[in-house]
C-alpha cells in the first residue's frame, strides 16, 4: 500500500567538496562556427537543468582514470554536439535566442570529497548538499556573459565511488535528448588499443527547424494549457515556466509500488471509458492530481477548477515523424481540467479518461498549432501544477566502461506548482520498475490534507 519514504540512512549536509582543477574542454577536431536556430519550445526552457550520476568504486578504473576518460570523450562529443561548446546569444534583430557555436568550450570540474559513498546516505532522498556535486557557481574565471551551456563535475569519494554531475542549460536537451547524449559519451569513453575513432551510440540530429512555425503561422486550437507573456520575450534572457514565491514547505516523498499501480489500473477500468489509455503514468497522473488539486486551501474549493500539465514527447506523433535522434526539446505541454467536485466524487476512470485524452490531443496538427501559438504570442504553459517525469528516462541505463551508475537522479528545487516522479535505486533486488516515488512540497496545511488523501483514495 502507498507510503512515504523515509530515508534509510542519515543525510548529512556537508559533502566536504573540494574543486581541485577547473578546466574548460573544447571539440577535439575542428567545428564549423555558426549559428544554430532554436525553435519555439526551446525558447521558453531557458534554465539549467543538473543532474547526477553516482558510481560505486570499480577496482579497474579509479576515480583518475575515470576523469581522464570522461575529459577525452567528452571533447570527442562536442564535435557533433559543437553548440554544447558554445554560448547562447540573443539575436537583437529576431528577438530570438539562438546558439552561437563559437567553441567557446564546456566547463569540467574535478573535485573530491572527504566522505565515502555511504556516508552521504540515502541517494534517492533529494538532499540539498546534492548541489556540491555540481557547483557552477565556482567558475569565477569566465566572463559574465560568457555562461557556459554545460558543465560537467567528477567528484570522487574516499571508498573509489564517484559521481558525475552535469549542469546543462535545458534549451540543449530535452530527457530523451540528453538521455542519448549520454549514451553517447559513455561511448567514447571506452578505450580502443588502436586509438582509433570510435563510432556513436546513437548519431544525433541536430536540424533544429524541424520544429519551426510554419509560414505563416497557424494556431488551430484555443491552447488553453499556454499563457501570454506580459514581457516581449526578447526584452527578457532568462523567462522562467512558474512564478517562484518564498515561502515555508513541507517536503516529502510518496511512493506508490508496482501492487499500487495495478490496483489503480483495475480502478480505471470502466466500459464508459473505453478509449481509455490505462498506462501507468497516466493512473498515478491522475491519482496526484486529485490528491493535490483537493489539497489546495480555499473557499469554495469544490467548484474550482483544476488544471494538471505534464509533458508529451511529440517525436512519434508529429507527420512525418519527427526523428528519435533528434537534440532538442520535442515535448510539449498536454493538460486536463475538472473542477475539484469532479475529481472527488467522480469515479477515477473517468479522471485516467481525461489524463488520457490530454495525451491523445497531441496530434500532428496540435503540436503544430502549439509550435505556431509560440510564434505569434511567445507564452508559457499554464495551469495550476505540473507533474515532471524522470521515472522512465531510463539514465541508470546508460552503460559506461566503469560499469551503469549506482543511482542517476535531478538536483531537485522544491516547488509546489512542480510534483516530480523518479525511480527507485536498482539494485539487482528491486527492479528499477518496481514503483514509482513522488516528491511533493507544499504547504503544512496542504501537505497534510495531501498526505491524508493520498492514504484515504488507495483504500477506496
Known amino acids: 500500500m502507498g507510503t512515504i519514504y523515509q530515508p534509510q540512512e542519515s543525510n548529512i549536509q556537508d559533502l566536504k567538496v573540494t574543486i581541485n582543477d577547473t578546466s574548460l574542454v573544447f571539440p577535439s577536431e575542428e567545428t564549423q562556427k555558426k549559428t544554430m536556430f532554436l525553435s519555439n519550445i526551446d525558447q521558453v526552457l531557458n534554465f539549467d537543468v543538473q543532474t547526477l550520476h553516482f558510481f560505486n568504486a570499480n577496482p579497474e578504473f579509479s576515480p583518475e582514470i575515470v576523469t581522464e576518460r570522461l575529459r577525452i570523450a567528452l571533447s570527442k562529443v562536442l564535435v557533433p554536439y559543437d553548440f554544447l561548446a558554445g554560448r547562447l546569444k540573443m539575436n537583437q534583430e529576431s528577438k530570438r535566442l539562438e ?101 556513436l551510440a546513437i548519431v544525433p540530429c541536430n536540424e533544429r527547424t524541424l520544429l519551426a512555425a510554419r509560414t505563416p503561422p497557424r494556431v488551430s486550437f484555443p491552447h488553453l494549457e499556454l499563457l501570454k507573456l506580459k514581457v516581449p520575450i526578447g526584452e527578457e534572457l532568462n523567462p522562467t515556466v512558474f512564478e517562484t514565491l518564498q515561502e515555508e514547505l513541507d517536503i516529502k516523498i510518496f511512493k506508490l509500488n508496482s501492487s499500487d499501480i495495478s490496483s489503480l489500473k483495475e480502478k480505471a477500468k470502466d466500459e464508459n471509458t473505453p478509449n481509455a489509455k490505462i498506462t501507468s503514468f497516466n493512473v498515478v497522473t491522475s491519482y496526484v492530481w486529485k490528491c493535490k488539486a483537493l489539497s489546495f486551501d480555499a473557499e469554495n474549493n469544490s467548484e474550482r477548477i483544476s488544471t494538471v500539465l505534464f509533458a508529451v514527447d511529440i517525436r512519434p506523433r508529429l507527420n512525418p515523424l519527427l526523428p528519435q535522434s533528434y537534440t532538442g526539446n520535442a515535448v510539449l505541454t498536454s493538460y486536463a481540467s475538472a473542477t475539484c467536485h469532479e475529481l472527488e466524487e467522480g469515479p477515477f476512470s473517468k479522471i485516467v479518461d481525461m489524463v488520457s485524452q490530454g495525451g491523445m490531443r497531441m496530434t500532428d496538427e496540435y503540436a503544430r498549432s502549439a509550435i505556431d501559438w509560440g510564434e505569434i504570442y511567445k507564452g508559457f504553459p499554464n495551469g495550476e501544477f505540473l507533474i515532471s517525469s524522470w521515472w522512465k528516462l531510463g539514465f541508470s541505463q546508460v552503460e559506461y566502461p566503469w560499469g551503469k551508475p549506482k543511482y542517476s537522479c535531478p538536483v531537485v528545487s522544491h516547488r509546489k506548482d512542480i510534483i516530480l516522479l523518479f525511480p527507485n535505486i536498482d539494485d539487482g533486488i528491486n527492479s528499477i520498475n518496481d514503483g514509482v516515488n513522488i516528491l511533493v512540497a507544499l504547504p503544512a496545511k496542504q501537505m497534510e490534507k495531501f498526505e491524508s488523501y493520498f492514504h484515504k483514495f488507495l483504500l477506496a
Open 99 to 199: 546558439f552561437d557555436c563559437n567553441c567557446s568550450g564546456a566547463v569540467f570540474l574535478v573535485a573530491s570529497s572527504e566522505l565515502t559513498l555511504k556516508d552521504i546516505g540515502d541517494l534517492v532522498y533529494p538532499n540539498p548538499a546534492f548541489r556540491k556535486l555540481i557547483q557552477h557557481e565556482k567558475i569565477d574565471h569566465l566572463e559574465k556573459d560568457d555562461k557556459p551551456l554545460c558543465i560537467i563535475q567528477v567528484t570522487s569519494f574516499k571508498c573509489g565511488g564517484f559521481a558525475m554531475g552535469f549542469s546543462t542549460n535545458h534549451i540543449t536537451f530535452d530527457g530523451i535528448s540528453f538521455k542519448i547524449f549520454l549514451q553517447n559519451l559513455a561511448s567514447q569513453a571506452f578505450d580502443d588499443d588502436n586509438n582509433n575513432s570510435k563510432p
